[in-house]
């Protein structure tokens, strides 16, 4: 093994503060599925910059349409103006992702990063219903704005305000319960209850796999009846798909299999396709009630990342069912390991789950996946973890790695597992 190379924070001088992984390497290179350090360390990534490269790291496509682009000089900067690269996005994403799934949801572009999506979300629910209190559940993750953070079920997150944040109720999660059946009666029955502190919500915020939450998958009929009940109650329903859209669960988004569709939809992460920051706030036609200049910035609408989006729709989802079932073969195959690792551990609570090509393994120990993911590090796996306590190992690799980079990774992460419980 490659001794690791010094911390950044070791090598830089300056009191610079920065947020790094514990991977302790300085990473410099990378294409498809593979990413290397500066000592030449290579390494399979199952982690996908968090979720941001579902289509590999340098995807040669996108890689020409953006060298193309620049090379032509195309407009860089983000202001929110009329550019072609800006056009032909929007004439893809109607084209190739809304019509095919009967969806009208207007599209706006919030800001560069997720959580710019789900502020916007929060922000335009609250001015449509003019009620301030939104609803969210119990180990979910929105961002780390003020607004996307109330309604993040992460204590030590929530930490990080200081103070006691306003306006997000937390209700139980689908699988809060531990498996056993949960209606939503009781969550009517606040409503109703003029004592219960819960005012009418303006709207319902939720992930359908709980992404930095641990892998929490809820069922498609638990968000049919979400859905249900937000239509009944006069509550829009916010699906926050930055994590698990634009492919990741299978289909382009992740609420497509419980057939719900959501007033308010927040893409980002995957949407601009190669790493670039890019995020997208979508709403029905009914909630289009900002006027000009009410919710602006200057960094949105990347150009260079339309152009890298562009291309990812062209490549990836002229045919959708192509990519969903290739999705659907690498989850299984995930799957059918992950099974194997859990039936190796017995007496451990090893259990795994997931949807699509995203899952989680985890153990009754809580310091289990931590351990793993380090070991997996030492012998060439990134891997991360999520969950309140880092409990959960969770399995995010490309939608584009191949059926042998996938065995390989599986493979080797068998083996950090089996490493960490000797
Ligand atoms: N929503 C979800 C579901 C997420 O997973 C994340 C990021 N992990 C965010 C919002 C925030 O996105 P960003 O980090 O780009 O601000």
């Excluded at 294409?31 to 340098?58: P, Q, V």
């Excluded at 606040?190 to 359908?208: M, R, Y």
């Excluded at 995930?334 to 551990?345: D, F, G, N, P, Y």
Aim: glycine residues 10%.
């Amino acid at each position: 093994v490659t001794q690791p190379s010094p911390s950044i924070f070791e090598t830089l001088e300056s009191e610079v503060r920065s947020y790094c992984r514990s991977w302790p390497v300085v990473f410099d290179r990378a294409r498809g599925s593979r990413i290397h350090d500066e000592d030449g360390r290579t390494y399979l990534d199952f982690f996908s910059g968090a979720g941001a490269l579902n289509y590999g790291h340098n995807n040669p496509v996108l890689k020409r349409a953006l060298l193309d682009y620049l090379e032509r000089d195309g407009v860089t900067h983000s202001l929110d103006m009329s550019t072609t690269a800006k056009r032909a996005f929007l004439e893809r994403f109607q084209d190739l992702v809304l019509r095919p799934r009967g969806l009208t949801h207007k599209v706006m572009f919030p800001g560069p990063t997720g959580t710019n999506a789900v502020e916007a979300a929060l922000k335009l629910a609250r001015k449509v219903k003019g009620r301030e209190a939104i609803v969210s559940f119990t180990n979910a993750f929105h961002g780390m704005s003020l607004g996307s953070l109330a309604v993040t079920g992460n204590s030590m997150k929530r930490a990080g305000a200081g103070i006691p944040l306003v306006h997000g109720t937390p209700m139980p999660f689908d699988n809060y319960f531990d498996g056993r059946v949960a209606d939503f009666l009781w969550f009517e029955r606040l409503l109703e209850d003029q004592g219960s502190g819960l005012n009418q919500p303006a709207a319902v915020i939720v992930e359908t796999v709980q992404g930095e939450g641990g892998v929490n998958v809820a069922r498609p009929e638990w968000l049919r009846g979400l859905a249900d009940l937000c239509e009944r109650r006069d509550m829009l329903l916010i699906v926050d798909d930055v994590q698990m859209g634009c492919g990741r669960t299978g289909s382009f988004f992740s609420f497509e299999e419980a057939g719900i569709v959501p007033d308010i939809i927040t893409l980002s992460k995957s949407i601009g396709g190669y790493g670039l920051p890019m995020a997208l706030t979508l709403f029905k036609p009914e909630l289009d009630v900002w006027e000009p200049g009410e919710h602006n910035g200057t960094f949105r609408g990347h150009n260079p990342a339309f152009v890298t989006a562009t291309a990812a729709l062209d490549t990836y989802w002229a045919d959708s069912d192509s990519m969903t079932k290739q999705t659907i073969a690498r989850g299984e195959q995930t799957e059918a390991v992950l099974r194997e690792i859990v039936a190796e551990h017995p007496g451990t609570g090893a259990r795994h789950r997931g949807r699509g090509l995203v899952w989680g393994l985890e153990f009754d120990d809580k310091g289990w996946a931590s351990r793993a993911s380090a070991r997996a590090f030492e012998l060439g796996l990134l891997i991360e973890t999520s969950g309140p306590q880092d409990e959960v190992l969770k399995l995010l690799p490309a939608l584009t790695i191949t059926a042998d980079e996938l065995d390989e990774g599986l493979r080797t992460l068998a083996r950090a597992v089996r490493q960490t419980a000797q």
